[in-house]
């Protein structure tokens, strides 16, 4: 079996691109942390509603930006041809 520098490079794209995708479980884990609180703080005040919910899906919003780098460096390391 003959392996290309190109086979190499396209190989660890692939590779590359799977790390980069395991980068939303953090996310993933860190909204839902952050939904029950949200839920239990405002089971224990629910007159401030507005404010735990706006302040939480903010926090949730910033937390899912780095889900969302891992699936554009994945992409990219799939879809774009370095080789030309």
Not at 32 to 38: L, S, W, Y
Not at 52 to 63: D, E
Not at 67 to 84: K, M, N
């Amino acid at each position: 079996m003959n392996i290309t520098g190109h086979d190499l490079i396209m190989a660890c794209s692939a590779i590359g691109a799977g790390l980069a995708v395991i980068a939303g479980i953090g996310p993933g884990i860190g909204q839902g942390i952050a939904a029950g609180h949200g839920a239990a703080a405002v089971g224990r005040n629910p007159g401030a509603k507005g404010d735990i919910m706006s302040t939480m899906l903010l926090g949730q919003a910033v937390a899912e930006t780095t889900g969302l780098y891992g699936l554009v460096i994945a992409l990219l390391l799939l879809f774009v041809q370095p080789l030309g």
